[in-house]
Nanobody
Framework: QVQLVESGGGLVQAGGSLRLSCAAS???????TGWFRQAPGKEREFVAAIGWSGDNTRYADSVKGRFIISRDGAKNTVLLQMNSLKPEDTAVYYC???????????WGQGTQVTVSS
C-alpha cells in the first residue's frame, strides 16, 4: 500500500513563493511522481512530474520557468518549488505516483494553494 501526504499549501500574494512537499510511504520504489491541480469549476490538470532517479522532469507550459520539481536524496519526498505565483495558480494541488510515468494509481488528499492579487 502506498500513502501520499501533501503539505506546504497556504495563502500567498501574487509574485510570492511556496514549496509543496509530497511525502510517500509504502512500496514506492521505482515510482514516477507527479503534481496536479484542480481549480474550482475546472478539470484537474497536470503541473509537473519527475522520474524515480530524479531525471525525466516534465512541466506544464503554464508553470515552466516558475516551478521546479525535485526529489530528495532518500527519494521518499518530492518537492514542488513554486515561484512567481499568479492568481491563476490558485487550486488544490495533488501529488500522485505510480510505476508507469503519467499513469498514476496512488493519489494524495491535496493541499490548498491560494494566490491573492
Amino acid at each position: 500500500q502506498v500513502q501520499l501526504v501533501e503539505s506546504g499549501g497556504g495563502l500567498v500574494q501574487a509574485g510570492g513563493s511556496l514549496r509543496l512537499s509530497c511525502a510517500a510511504s509504502g512500496r514506492t520504489f521505482g515510482h514516477d511522481t507527479g503534481w496536479f491541480r484542480q481549480a474550482p469549476g475546472k478539470e484537474r490538470e497536470f503541473v509537473a512530474a519527475i522520474g524515480w532517479s530524479g531525471d525525466n522532469t516534465r512541466y506544464a507550459d503554464s508553470v515552466k520557468g516558475r516551478f521546479i520539481i525535485s526529489r530528495d536524496g532518500a527519494k521518499n519526498t518530492v518537492l514542488l518549488q513554486m515561484n512567481s505565483l499568479k492568481p491563476e495558480d490558485t487550486a488544490v494541488y495533488y501529488c500522485a505516483s505510480g510505476r508507469i510515468p503519467d499513469m498514476y494509481h496512488y493519489w494524495g488528499q491535496g493541499t490548498q494553494v491560494t494566490v491573492s492579487s
